[in-house]
């Protein structure tokens, strides 16, 4: 199984980004993918998730209104969409793929490589 997530980079304050995660090696309509973030020194966090056939989404308080998490089951992937970006937003940003659904308590099956966003103020 690979996630490989691509799409980061650099960008200013209040800028937009769109993160991919292409998944391969699973039933990906099966699963319930996401996107978790880690900022330097700090603990990894969850940021969004969407239910196996797209149903359902949930965004962490701190991203709701700004980010929207969305699938493409025919392509095996996952975006996310990053609006309004803030320089707290600057972290590496992880996919995640659990078996029908992914929460923020979730431990994932399969993880991504990591992809890095920076946001400069």
């Known amino acids: 199984v690979q996630l490989q997530a691509s799409g980061g980079g650099l960008v200013q304050a209040g800028g937009s980004l769109r993160l991919s995660c292409a998944a391969s090696g699973l039933t990906f309509s099966n699963y319930g993918v996401g996107w978790f973030r880690q900022a330097p020194g700090k603990e990894r966090e969850f940021v969004a998730a969407?239910?196996?056939?797209?149903?359902?989404?949930y965004h962490d308080d701190s991203v709701k209104g700004r980010f929207t998490i969305s699938r493409d089951n025919v392509k095996s992937t996952v975006y996310l969409q990053m609006s309004s970006l803030k320089p707290e937003d600057t972290a590496v940003y992880f996919c995640?793929?659990?078996?029908?659904?992914?929460?923020?308590?979730?431990?994932?099956?399969?993880w991504g490589q990591g992809t890095l966003v920076t946001v400069s103020s």
């Open positions: 969407i239910s196996a056939r797209g149903v359902s989404t």
């Open positions: 995640a793929a659990e078996y029908w659904i992914l929460t923020d308590q979730s431990v994932p099956d399969y």
